[in-house]
Every structure is written in C-alpha cells, then in structure tokens.
C-alpha cells in the first residue's frame, strides 16, 4: 500500500472530478488501462478506478490521475467536492487485466469509451502516441451531454496533430442546439465512420456494462475476430 497527498483535485466535467496524487515520494509502476484501490487514509473503504494518465507521464511528472465520477458510490465520490488539497489517500495495486500490449500486431486501434470510461483510454493513447508511431489510432467517445466530454482539448490536439482520429457523440435528446458534432447511442454507423479495416484492428472498450456490451456485438457483426476486442466495464 502506499500513502500519498493529493496535490489538486480539478472539474473536469460538472459530474466529475481529477484526482491528482503526488508521487514525489514513491513511485506506483503500472501499465496503461490498468487501475488502483483508493480509499482515505486510514479507512478501511478501497474502490477501484482505472488510472487517467498512461506510465511514461505518471513517472515524468510524479502524478497518478484518476477521473472519478460525482454519482459514484461510496465516500471518496461522496467527499470530493469538500476535500481539500494535500488530504492523505491510501492506494493498492496496481490490478486489472485490461491493459495495453506490449507488442500489437495490428496495425489499426480502436478506442470506444462511454462517459468516465474515457481514463483508461488517455492511458493508452498516450502509450500509443509514444511507443507505436506506425499504428492508426480511432477513438468513438460517447457522453450524455456536451459538457461531460473530459479531456477533450487533449484530444483534439493529437487529432489535430494527425495522431488520432475521432468521432465524438452525445446520447441524450435535450441537448442544446449549439452542439453541431454527432449525436445518439454508439451504434454501427458511429463505429462505420473509424472502423476502416475490421480483420486488421485491435480495439478497446470502457464504459457502462450495456454501452460496452452493444459496442462488443456490433464490432463483432462489423467482422472484427473476438480476440481482437478488450474490454471493461464498469457500474455505478
């Protein structure tokens, strides 16, 4: 276990918060997708959240970033909006099996998050962008609404960059009418518009158990093999 300082704690969206834990004092090695049991000091809850930020900028920055939802049970989500900078948090791990390769053989990557489970996916982009410059890198990112898309400038840089392609959609129907990107639940013509070589692309889903479960049959449907889908989802 280790015990560490929060150094910020930042709105990323209106329901959902940045947890930034100091590392200066030990280091937490992980690889990208995986994620930690934290819980406050001294207190016997732990729950799990995926790390929002990939290893190679975990160690240059001595940060561990975890996206956690406002509507999530148990205290840490509870605590948040009154938790002030420096409050000690205690984390295990790291654990999960929902990681990035070392080596993929595909040269195409498919990315679908669904609401917060966008943190695994920064990881793992960010790995991507480092380490596989030859690979093509799609990111399908599905919110409710506008405003509860997170790291979204960070995003649009590396698509701007020509790092990433991205097609971005809000799913529900009261939406402001400035939104002019896409709009509806995921479904075959979202994954239509990224998903240009089914048999030759690695893909990666995160989000709510239903979201993930409708991603993994139309992937399927689109001709990607099972064993080129991973896959975590998560519930509130």
Same mark, same amino acid.
């Given at each position: 276990?280790?015990?560490?300082?929060?150094?910020?704690?930042?709105?990323?969206?209106?329901?959902?918060?940045?947890?930034?834990?100091?590392?200066?004092?030990?280091?937490?090695?992980?690889?990208?997708?995986? +994620?930690?049991?934290? *819980?406050?000091?001294? =207190?016997?809850?732990?729950?799990?959240?995926?790390?929002?930020?990939?290893?190679?900028?975990?160690?240059?920055? +001595? @940060? &561990?970033?975890? #996206? $956690?939802?406002?509507?999530?049970?148990?205290?840490?989500?509870?605590?948040?909006?009154?938790?002030?900078?420096?409050?000690?948090?205690?984390?295990? *791990?790291?654990?999960?099996?929902?990681?990035?390769? =070392? #080596?993929?053989?595909?040269?195409?990557?498919?990315?679908?998050?669904?609401?917060?489970?966008? +943190?695994?996916? @920064?990881?793992?982009?960010? %790995?991507?962008?480092? %380490?596989?410059?030859?690979?093509? &890198?799609?990111?399908?990112?599905?919110?409710?609404?506008?405003?509860?898309? +997170?790291?979204?400038?960070?995003?649009?840089? %590396?698509?701007?960059?020509? @790092?990433?392609?991205?097609?971005?959609?809000?799913?529900?129907?009261?939406?402001?009418?400035?939104?002019? *990107? *896409? @709009?509806?639940?995921?479904?075959?013509?979202?994954? =239509?518009?990224? #998903?240009?070589?089914?048999?030759?692309? #690695?893909?990666?889903?995160?989000?709510?158990?239903?979201?993930?479960?409708?991603?993994?049959?139309?992937?399927? &449907?689109?001709?990607?093999?099972?064993?080129? $889908?991973?896959?975590?989802?998560?519930?509130?």
């Amino acid at each position: 276990m280790v015990t560490a300082p929060l150094l910020e704690i930042t709105a990323v969206t209106p329901r959902s918060r940045l947890l930034v834990v100091d590392l200066s004092a030990r280091a937490v090695g992980f690889k990208a997708g995986q +994620a930690v049991l934290i *819980g406050w000091h001294g =207190e016997p809850e732990r729950r799990p959240y995926s790390i929002a930020i990939s290893p190679e900028a975990a160690a240059e920055q +001595a @940060r &561990l970033e975890l #996206l $956690i939802s406002l509507d999530a049970p148990g205290e840490i989500a509870r605590r948040l909006p009154d938790v002030p900078r420096g409050t000690l948090v205690d984390l295990e *791990g790291p654990l999960g099996t929902f990681i990035f390769p =070392e #080596l993929p053989t595909q040269q195409r990557l498919l990315f679908v998050a669904g609401g917060t489970g966008i +943190a695994p996916l @920064r990881a793992m982009i960010d %790995h991507a962008i480092r %380490h596989h410059a030859d690979a093509r &890198l799609s990111l399908l990112y599905s919110v409710r609404r506008p405003d509860e898309f +997170a790291f979204l400038d960070e995003l649009r840089g %590396h698509e701007q960059a020509g @790092r990433l392609e991205m097609h971005v959609t809000v799913t529900r129907d009261d939406v402001e009418s400035t939104w002019i *990107g *896409g @709009r509806g639940r995921i479904g075959r013509s979202h994954f =239509e518009r990224l #998903l240009h070589e089914p048999a030759g692309t #690695l893909c990666f889903v995160c989000g709510p158990p239903p979201m993930v479960a409708e991603s993994v049959a139309t992937l399927l &449907l689109l001709g990607v093999p099972e064993t080129q $889908i991973r896959t975590e989802g998560w519930s509130r």
